[in-house]
């Protein structure tokens, strides 16, 4: 059978399975780290879903030992990365009712409800009811305490789902007060499964949902939610707080605010080939045009809460001109980060001491929801040897929008 292209650009395939042989990069080839399992090499595309598996057999294997033998935290760390390894090996797989994907996306599932009996804190799936009797999959991460607090919606990224955060070995967002229910929105995880497609405003109004499920939770501070929303889930965060204006605050990061700008034309081809099975199309004309419609530009006046605007001043996903037009049609008390030399994900920072964003925006977040003071019309350019974006940081970007930055 002689396979038909499903994009003009999947001719380049041979050039993504050179960057992963030599780099072990699958995408975003700015970042030097390894997008592969400690101790793995995959020489082309076709070895990830097997080596993400082998890596999540394991840690499954050290999991179940250390929880048969009493050793819950031990089981919960290794339970945390089996689940990452699974949703990685099922991830590449871009096709509906594929049995190898199914497959995984069971083994997911089998992992997290394993980490929930070993986990320090309370776990709970929650199934929102959404169009014809299917639901938007989340995971609830309550307080160890389950008191009355504040609540995040994690809104994950194009190449993520609700298991990527928070981890349970660390849960940064319970550090700070949180509760957390992270959504597998239309095109995400469980979403795919069940044939939930990222089109139109579908996301927006999965979250819509989303948020009325958190209103009838006695744990949750009605007044006090928030979205914080990763990548493509930038997007879809900034899509969201225009649409439902009960947030009480949006954090929006690793920028890629407009998709109809790079990341389907200029960047890897497979990001295309993933969004396009997340929307459940296949012809890519018809996707084209979709796409275009896929930008947060005249609906940025309608958000009202406080909002947090992320970004590396090199991003390829969203360039910086870009990043400063969202910012100036905003209308709500705003900020926005501009982290000095950083690309798009934004982990392991060297602006942050080798920490991720997550900590620095959870922190923005706490002075919002608590009800502490937080910045409006204030751009930081946090540098690489500076003292973070709380720090003397303030500044004018050299272009306006729609003026090339470098």
């Known amino acids: 059978m002689i396979r038909k292209l499903r994009t003009e650009r999947d001719n380049q395939q041979w050039m993504l399975d050179l960057a992963l042989n030599m780099r072990g990069r699958v995408q975003n080839f700015e970042r030097d780290y390894l997008e592969v399992p400690q101790g793995k090499r995959a020489h082309n595309y076709q070895m ?41 090996a099922q991830h590449p797989i871009f096709f509906d009712d594929n049995p190898v994907k199914i497959y995984l996306c069971n083994k997911l599932k089998e992992m997290v409800d394993r980490r929930s009996e ?58 700070r007060g949180f509760h957390v229910l992270a959504m597998d929105g239309p095109g995400q995880g469980n979403s795919n499964i069940q044939k939930i497609r990222a089109v139109g405003d579908n996301y927006e109004r999965a979250g819509a949902a989303v948020m009325d499920y958190l209103l009838g939770r006695e744990e949750v501070e009605p007044t006090k939610i928030g979205i914080y929303g990763i990548s493509m889930g930038s997007f879809w965060s900034l899509r969201l ?82 990043a400063i037009e969202v910012y100036e049609d905003l209308t ?42 937080v910045s409006d019309d204030r751009i930081a ?3 690489e040897n500076g003292d973070g974006p709380f720090g003397e940081c303030e500044w004018t970007p050299p272009v306006r929008p729609g003026e090339v930055y470098f």
């Not at 070993?118 to 309550?142: M, N, Q």
């Not at 199309?281 to 958000?303: L, P």
């Open 48 to 88: 990830l879903p097997k080596v993400w598996r082998e890596s999540a057999e394991f840690h499954e294997t050290l999991g179940k030992k250390a929880q048969r033998e009493g050793f819950d935290a031990t089981a919960t760390e290794h339970y945390d990365h089996a689940i990452e390894a699974y949703r990685m």
């Open 118 to 175: 070993t986990a320090s804190y309370p776990i709970e799936r929650v199934e929102v009811p959404f169009d014809d009797g299917k639901t938007i999959s989340c995971l609830l991460h309550l307080l160890p305490d389950r008191r009355k607090a504040p609540c995040i919606i994690y809104v994950p990224g194009m190449d993520q789902s609700k298991e990527v955060f928070p981890h349970a070995r660390h849960n940064v967002a319970a550090d």
């Open 241 to 322: 707080a225009s649409y439902d204006h009960r947030a009480a605050a949006v954090a929006s990061a690793v920028a890629c605010f407009n998709p109809n700008n790079t990341i389907f034309t200029q960047s890897s081809p497979r990001f295309k080939q993933v969004f396009m099975y997340m929307a459940g199309m296949e012809d890519e004309d018809a996707f084209d045009e979709m796409a275009r419609n896929m930008t947060v530009k005249g609906y940025m006046d309608k958000v009202q809460c406080p909002t947090l605007l992320v970004t590396g001043e090199f991003d390829p996903l969203c360039p910086l001109e870009d």
């Open 332 to 373: 709500c008390k705003k900020e926005m980060w501009v982290f000095e030399n950083q690309f798009h994900p934004l982990v392991s920072l060297s602006n942050l001491g080798g920490v991720d964003n997550h900590q620095y925006i959870l922190d923005w977040l706490h002075r919002a929801l608590i009800g502490e003071t």
């Open 381 to 383: 350019y946090v540098k």
